[in-house]
């Protein structure tokens, strides 16, 4: 069906950058909104950035100014651009989106899906 797969996390100094990826692949019909959210150790799980298929972007506070949401329609991929990067930023990164399938030929189905993480370390 489908499958998001992240990529680009590790470990930075504070004030670095780092682009995370997330590629949707499977029998894609439509990629609606975009999500990346982030669970640091004994913290719940929350929502860094989001897009929307309109082109809306929304972000934490907590990253307004530093991180950015984008996505390239012809490859099926999202990106998360994080610069300034602080040690509070650590965190493990999962993409998520609401993704229009092929279920046949003709009819398609909407699901929700889910990256499997990265993991993203922001130490001196």
């Known amino acids: 069906q489908v499958q998001l797969v992240e990529s680009g996390g590790g470990l930075v100094q504070p004030g670095g950058s780092l682009r995370l990826s997330c590629a949707a692949s499977?029998?894609?019909?439509?990629?609606?909104?975009i999500n990346w959210y982030r669970q640091a150790p004994g913290k719940q799980r929350e929502l860094v950035a989001a897009?929307?298929?309109?082109?809306?972007?929304n972000y934490a506070d907590s990253v307004k100014g530093r991180f950015t949401i984008s996505r390239d329609n012809a490859k099926n991929t999202a990106y998360l651009q994080m610069n300034s990067l602080k040690p509070e930023d650590t965190a493990v990164y999962y993409c998520?989106?609401?993704?229009?399938?092929?279920?046949?030929?003709?009819?398609?189905?909407?699901?929700?899906?889910w990256g499997q993480g990265t993991q993203v370390t922001v130490s001196s």
């Open positions: 499977g029998s894609i019909f439509s990629i609606n909104a």
């Open positions: 897009l929307t298929s309109g082109g809306t972007t």
């Open positions: 998520n989106a609401e993704i229009r399938y092929y279920i046949d030929s003709v009819k398609t189905r909407l699901g929700d899906y």
